[in-house]
């Protein structure tokens, strides 16, 4: 496999949108924004395999304290070969001095993620105001 990770914001709407749709999110029905949000993100991390996108993530944060991790994907056929663990290592890479590293796990992912170092926020509940309908 020839797998590549990387920092940067080069990404075209149609690969994205085929990752979003194939893991059945709903931001995919919003294709200009979600360009616009993943562009604008402190950073973007990507995943590709002979230069097709196969995963993408990205970090919102203050650039001194806090890190939220609100969008993190793997292209369903290519799930559990490491690509989403290459994503996330990478990113906390740039962001391991920092107080906080947060994302909210849905329970599909929840495993993942804290095999990734991640635990429970003490007594903390996640709360949002959401138009999706995908969770």
């Not at 990770?5 to 893991?23: G, M, Q, R």
Request: hydrophobic letters at 35%; aromatic letters at 10%; charged letters at 20%.
């Amino acid at each position: 496999m020839n797998l590549k990770i990387s920092l940067d914001s080069d990404i075209e709407t149609d690969e994205v949108i085929e990752i979003y749709k194939a893991n059945n999110w709903s931001s995919a029905e919003k294709p200009e924004l979600l360009i616009s949000a993943l562009r604008n993100s402190d950073s973007l991390v990507t995943a590709r395999i002979s230069g097709k996108l196969v995963g993408i993530g990205n970090a919102l944060s203050d650039g001194y304290l806090v890190v939220y991790y609100p969008h993190m994907l793997v292209h369903p056929e290519h799930q559990g070969k490491g690509i989403g663990r290459a994503m996330i290592e990478c990113l906390q890479q740039k962001y391991k001095s920092f107080h906080q590293q947060i994302l909210v796990a849905d329970y599909n992912a929840i495993e993942f993620y804290k095999s990734a170092g991640f635990e429970r926020a003490g007594k903390t509940e996640p709360m949002w105001i959401y138009s999706g309908n995908d969770h």
